[in-house]
């Protein structure tokens, strides 16, 4: 199983960009799908989640800007990022929590795409 982002780029403050993550391969059943990021001190948070029913969660200094979701199929997902804030400036990954046939879960991370915010 492989995730793949897109959407990253230069956007000014003020700007929006949404961010995509494709899943290839076979996956029994797609759980929680999130979105990280990683600032310069390379620590990555959480900036949001969106379960399998739809319930979504934010990071607080996101909330009200950025919309998560995810599409019929269950795998994919989106981040749609709102007045872009200079502090919003880091590499975003996406994140899936598979699932096995017997139950045991497991993490697959998206490779990073940046995302910078800056006049």
């Known amino acids: 199983v492989q995730l793949q982002a897109s959407g990253g780029g230069l956007v000014q403050p003020g700007g929006f960009r949404t961010l995509s993550c494709t899943t290839s391969?076979?996956?029994?059943?797609?759980?929680?799908m999130a979105w990280y990021r990683e600032n310069s001190e390379k620590q990555r948070d959480l900036v949001a989640v969106?379960?399998?029913?739809?319930?979504?969660n934010y990071e607080d200094s996101v909330k009200g800007r950025f919309t998560i979701s995810r599409d019929n199929s269950g795998n994919a997902v989106y981040l749609q990022m709102n007045n872009l804030k200079p502090e919003d400036t880091a590499v975003y990954f996406c994140?899936?929590?598979?699932?096995?046939?017997?139950?045991?879960?497991?993490?697959?991370w998206g490779q990073g795409t940046q995302v910078t915010v800056s006049s």
């Open positions: 994140k899936i929590v598979g699932v096995y046939g017997s139950g045991i879960t497991y993490d697959v």
């Open positions: 391969g076979y996956i029994f059943r797609i759980d929680d």
């Open positions: 969106i379960s399998s029913d739809g319930t979504s």
